[in-house]
T-cell receptor
């Protein structure tokens, strides 16, 4: 079983839509969680950390469910510029950061 | 601004050649990483290092070795390149405490092994 699993998509949504991605992780002792964004032919960049209490950054909301070992990312009011691949990242213990395969989002006019 | 640089953006090598990929970061980060990224597989961790001369295997270390002689530089070595090592190679460094970690990536090296 992969350490971090994501639905690869693609998700094709119209502008203004709300879209949610989920990610599951296998190591119950994992200590920290993140969402990264990767644009086509670019390097990944941190979008947001995911805290136990959930956190929001503008149109983006991240949640962690430790009991079920999944994290989620919700994007409200999608913009064309949100089109990218969203990568779920887990720090299992020793900063050996593990990535999911990514979920591709395309927002259409 | 944190900067992570990689020695080459594109590289073409022949099977059996020894290949060196270099990565340099300018922010005094202790942790550095090498990943490869392939379609449908995402980023897979090859090796990481948490200090000078320290290294840890990731998920796919076979066919690779690393060197960290100085804090700012982390090198990935393909001892004898094979066609299945054709990939995008991404280097990263990391900062931040638990829950606040941020990885900064270099632009990547696209390696083609013929």
């Amino acid at each position: 079983r992969k350490e971090v699993e994501q639905d690869p998509g693609p998700f094709n949504v119209p502008e203004g839509a709300t879209v949610a991605f989920n990610c599951t992780y296998s190591n119950s002792a994992s200590q920290s969680f993140f969402w990264y964004r990767q644009d086509c032919r670019k390097e990944p960049k941190l979008l947001m950390s995911v805290y136990s209490s959930g956190n929001e950054d503008g149109r983006f909301t991240a949640q962690l469910n430790r009991a079920s070992q999944y994290i989620s990312l919700l994007i409200r009011d999608s913009k064309l510029s949100d089109s990218a691949t969203y990568l779920c990242v887990v720090n299992p213990f020793n900063n050996d950061m593990r990535f999911g395969a990514g979920t591709r989002l395309t927002v259409k006019p | 601004d944190v900067k992570v640089t990689q020695s080459s953006r594109y590289l073409v090598k022949r099977t059996g050649e020894k290949v060196f990929l270099e990565c340099v970061q300018d922010m005094d980060h202790e942790n550095m990483f090498w990943y490869r990224q392939d379609p449908g597989l995402g980023l897979r961790l090859i090796y990481f290092s948490y200090d000078v001369k320290m290294k840890e295997k990731g998920d796919i270390p076979e066919g690779y070795s690393v060197s960290r002689e100085k804090k700012e530089r982390f090198s990935l070595i393909l001892e004898s390149a094979s066609t299945n090592q054709t990939s995008m190679y991404l280097c990263a460094s990391l900062t931040g405490g638990v829950g606040e970690e941020t990885q900064y990536f270099g632009p990547g090296t696209r390696l083609l092994v013929l």
